[in-house]
Every structure is written in C-alpha cells, then in structure tokens.
C-alpha cells in the first residue's frame, strides 16, 4: 500500500504551486520535496509532471492522480476535525425544528440516547411542518423530507422514506384488496394534506415513469397521527410514509396492498448552515441522528 505521504505531498505541491511553497506546508525541505515526487513518478511508471521553470503543469496520469491525493488529504482532514474538540467541555443547547411524524416517531429515542450520552447538552425540538428558516429563525439545524433547499446549506442524508398504502383488517371485511390502482375508484381513500404532492393524487410506479392517480374519500387532515387513527379504526385507505405505520403493519393492525405500484419514496436529511468551524456538539448530534436512522432502517 502506498504511503499516504505521498499523497499529501503531491496534493500541497499542486495546491501551492511550487516545490517550496509545498515544501513548507509539509515541514521538509525543496530538494526533499522534489526527490519525493521524482520517486513517485519513478514507482509509478508514469510521468505526473511537467517541469518549467515558472510553472508546474499536471499530464494526464497527473490528473487522475491528484484527484485521489484530494480525497487522501480531505480524509485526513475531516478525520482531524471530528477529532478536535473531543477534548472541549461539551454543553449548551442545540436547537432543532423537525416534521411532526419525525418529532414523534424516531427523534424522540434518538435524542434521549444522545442525551445519556452527553448530559450537559441541552436538546430543544420544535415540531413545525412549515418551511423554516433556520438561520433566521436561529436554528441549529432541521430535519427535512423531500426537496433540498438552498445550496448555502449542508445536507447530511439520514435516510429514505418509501410510502405505503395500506387499510385495517375492518375495513377489507367490506370492501376486498385492491389489486390494481384502478381498484382504488372503489374505495374511501383517506387524504394525507400535508405533501408537497396533492392530497389525493397518489404516485404509482409506470412502465417509463411514474404517474399520479386521483382518489377520493371522506376524511383529509394534515396531522399524520390522526391520519393513522382513521385507518386503524376502519374508516379507509390512506397513502403514508411506511415509518408511520411499521408497527401497525408488522403487527398485523394494518394490511399493506398494492405494495409493488406504489412509487413515492423521499430522501430524509439533516440541514445545516455551513459554517467552517462548526460546533463539536452539533457535529456529534447529526452523526449520532445519523446512526439511529441506520438502525431503523427497515421501518422506512
């Protein structure tokens, strides 16, 4: 396995331009510095690059080469970082606005386990399914399903929610399964308010693409919860993200059907202000959401 030296010098030397500019941010000396690069090309087999006496120009296996010491040396980098402040005393508040299904489903676990973790830290949630502006607002971070806003923001992907469509065991001792999504003009589908899709147009996977059905019902409500209520009780099919009803399914409350047409699955993600030095605690908290997602995996 290569030295990871070797990587790290190559990259300075590109990024400053000059063999005693690298040699600097490497803490050897010029001919050191040359001599190494001379070897890589040597071990290698290839020539990474063209010498003037003004300029160095990369050749092509000199591209793709730089392309990993970039990686090497953003590694190294982001491992230094979540390094650092290890040692700080960690406390304070980290505020947070989420989704209401998120609020209620898994972030409450999630943060009473960091919370053991790290008791100085004081964990304050909003649940809000309006669209927040964080930094005005004053946020440390959000949890948002769907769309990515702003590019200005980071977005650490958490998971990925697939929907379902599913009814309770009362409600099919009156109507049969639907088989098909055309099935569903006979049946009382209850409408989920709150997507950023119409409430009663359901997305089903197609032959190129996907496309929407029109469905009807005698209940709309933009809280999920109650949503779930209205399907447990028998009152009708509804379209919902899959971790609202995990349970329910697998233990038989609900009956999931059409399971291979339905098409809509949304990325989940943690959004950040970049900010380049960002607070160790905030850091820990996403890498710690992170995890816990990973671990419910099979209930999205």
């Known amino acids: 396995m290569r030295n990871t030296d070797d990587f790290l010098i190559f990259y300075h030397l590109i990024e400053q331009g000059s063999f005693s500019k690298a040699a600097e941010q490497v803490g050897l000396t010029k001919s050191v510095v040359s001599k190494r690069i001379t070897r890589l090309e040597e071990e290698l087999g290839v020539q990474l690059l063209y010498r003037t006496t003004r300029k ?24 230094e970082d979540a390094m650092s402040g290890l040692g700080e005393s960690l406390s304070g508040t980290i505020r947070i606005t989420v989704p209401t299904i998120s609020g209620e489903l898994i972030l409450p676990q999630a943060i009473a386990e960091f919370s053991e973790k790290y008791p100085e830290i004081t ?67 209850l409408a989920y308010s709150y997507q950023e899709t119409g409430a009663t147009e359901w997305l089903f996977k ?30 009708g099919l509804v379209y919902v993200p899959k971790v609202l009803v995990a349970d329910d399914l697998r233990e038989g409350r609900l009956i999931e059907v059409l399971q291979h047409q339905v098409a809509k699955c949304l990325g989940i993600f943690a959004i950040y202000p970049y900010t380049r030095h960002q607070p160790t605690k905030i850091k820990l908290f996403i890498e710690h959401l992170y995890q816990c997602y990973r671990q419910h995996e099979d209930k999205f």
Not at 62 to 77: D, K, P, T, W
Not at 150 to 157: E, G, H, L, P, Q
Not at 206 to 231: D, E, M, P, Q
């Open 56 to 79: 160095l120009t990369l050749t092509e296996a000199g591209e793709i080469f730089f392309s990993h010491a970039r990686e090497v040396y953003l590694s190294v980098q982001n491992a």
């Open 123 to 189: 964990v304050h949630m909003d649940l809000d399914n309006r669209f927040v502006d964080i930094v005005e607002e004053g946020y440390d971070l959000a949890i948002r399903t769907g769309v990515l806003p702003d590019s200005s923001f980071i977005a650490r992907r958490l998971a990925d929610a697939h929907w379902v469509i599913c009814g309770a065991p009362a409600y099919f001792e009156r109507r049969s399964e639907p088989k098909t999504y055309q099935d569903l003009a006979d049946h009382n589908c």
């Open 206 to 235: 197609g032959t190129s693409s996907s496309f929407t059905v029109k469905v009807a019902g005698n209940f709309s409500t933009n809280n999920a919860s109650a949503l779930r209520r209205a399907a447990l009780i028998g009152q």
